[in-house]
């Protein structure tokens, strides 16, 4: 699909690490195409304060241990003007929920690994039986490796955004520890959003830290944080007074970053200016993961009270595959690729799939203290 304002093409990829192994032997992820509408119409609007660009932050309290209380509501989730899988935009009413402030960093997910002894997929030797979609004799089992999917800038001129093979690749070794794969580490990155970590992975720190990943609603709720209709997270300007309010992609993608933003990859947390909620990087930076399931026709079927989402996936691109739901955006989203960062941006990707530009964030039901404000 095209972008129907600019008409270029603008995609993003969920990809499964083991598609590289055996240089040949491909499973293509579905593509994802979305567009930046002339205006999001998406939102509530109905209770939203604050003007176009840039809204002054609103009170929230932020509790001791790095979450913030997001008070229950009603919302429009998704976006007429959106992508197919965005529509219908439909009424959605949530009670109230803690919400992490920030993307789980490298510090806390080492936290994690140290008290529990917990290994992630990408560290694990691969199990042939583990791998979905694959059929024995399709691939050589002893050729498998640890290891994460990773960008890279092609060393061929791109000729089109539909050959995203030109700049993904699966690395041996890459992890969270090694993000850009064997030789490469975390050091001096504590404060980075952890990434190469799968959907399971995220759930093993959820649930040692008491808490779970977020509903697709939930998040998108916590992104629009009571705002008026806006494109993007912070407004509809992409760079007020000058200013940019994401970590995302400048310059031509995928060959030339601008670096206007000073980042290549991820940046640290809390870098950029929080939305009204007081929730950081929630757009751009690095995708999230949900617990929903993937289906590119739930809103014409979603509950209107607390959704958690369809019951089983399907994605018509990839139907042999299950799919989990990512969204935020990331740092490698530009206006003419992918454009992740608008609100009601969708993406997906199966659940044992670890990528250089996704991590995730917690939510928790824990009654808020008293001082929270309804």
Same mark, same amino acid.
């Given at each position: 699909m095209a972008d129907h304002n600019s008409g270029s093409s603008a995609r993003d990829t969920g990809i499964r690490p083991w598609q590289w192994a055996l240089g040949g032997m491909l499973l293509i992820a579905a593509i994802v195409v979305t567009v930046l509408p002339e205006k999001?119409?998406? #939102?509530?609007?109905?209770? !939203?304060?604050?003007? @176009?660009?840039?809204?002054?932050?609103? @009170?929230?309290?932020?509790?001791?241990? +790095? *979450?913030?209380?997001? $008070?229950? +509501?009603? /919302?429009? *989730?998704?976006?007429e003007q959106g992508n197919p899988d965005e529509r219908p935009a439909h009424e959605v009413t949530l009670d109230g929920f803690w919400m992490d402030i920030h993307e789980v960093t490298n510090d806390q997910f080492a936290e994690f690994v140290k008290a529990t002894g917990y290994v992630t997929f990408a560290e694990r030797q691969p199990d042939f039986s583990d791998i979905e979609g694959l059929e024995p004799g399709m691939i050589d089992p002893t050729a498998l490796m640890p290891g994460s999917v990773c960008f890279r800038i092609p060393d061929e001129?791109?000729? #089109?955004?539909?050959?995203?093979?030109?700049?993904? %690749? /699966?690395?041996?070794?890459?992890?969270?520890?090694?993000?850009? !794969?064997?030789? #490469?580490?975390?050091? !001096?990155?504590?404060?980075?959003?952890?990434?190469?970590?799968?959907?399971? @992975?995220?759930?093993?720190?959820?649930?040692?830290?008491?808490?779970?990943?977020?509903?697709?609603?939930?998040?998108?709720?916590?992104?629009?944080?009571?705002? $008026? $209709?806006?494109? /993007?997270?912070?407004?509809? %300007? *992409?760079? $007020?007074?000058?200013?940019w309010m994401a970590n995302i992609w400048q310059?031509? /993608?995928?060959? +030339?970053? %601008?670096?206007?933003?000073?980042?290549? %990859?991820?940046?640290?947390?809390? #870098?950029?200016?929080?939305?009204?909620? !007081?929730l950081f990087d929630m757009g751009g930076n690095i995708w999230e993961w949900t617990q929903d399931w993937y289906r590119p026709d739930y809103y014409s079927m979603s509950a209107k009270k607390n959704p958690k989402g369809p019951s089983s996936s399907w994605d018509p691109q990839e139907p042999h595959v299950r799919k989990k739901v990512t969204r935020g955006g990331s740092f490698l989203c530009s206006d003419v690729y992918c454009v992740g960062y608008r609100p009601s941006s969708r993406m997906k990707s199966s659940p044992d799939t670890g990528l250089i530009h996704t991590g995730f964030r917690c939510v928790s039901e824990a009654p808020p203290p008293a001082s929270a404000s309804n």
């Open positions: 999001d119409s998406s #939102s509530d609007g109905k209770t !939203g304060k604050g003007g @176009d660009d840039a809204a002054a932050v609103n @009170d929230f309290q932020w509790s001791t241990n +790095g *979450m913030v209380w997001i $008070p229950g +509501g009603t /919302f429009i *989730m998704g976006n001129p791109v000729t #089109s955004l539909d050959n995203h093979l030109q700049w993904w %690749t /699966f690395v041996p070794g890459a992890n969270w520890r090694q993000p850009t !794969g064997s030789g #490469s580490s975390i050091a !001096g990155k504590g404060s980075h959003p952890v990434v190469h970590v799968c959907y399971e @992975d995220a759930v093993a720190y959820c649930e040692w830290a008491g808490k779970r990943l977020p509903t697709e609603a939930e998040w998108e709720y916590a992104c629009r944080a009571n705002q $008026p $209709p806006t494109k /993007f997270v912070w407004g509809d %300007t *992409m760079t $007020p007074g000058g200013q310059g031509d /993608f995928p060959a +030339g970053n %601008t670096l206007e933003d000073k980042f290549l %990859t991820s940046s640290p947390v809390m #870098s950029f200016p929080p939305n009204a909620f !007081g």
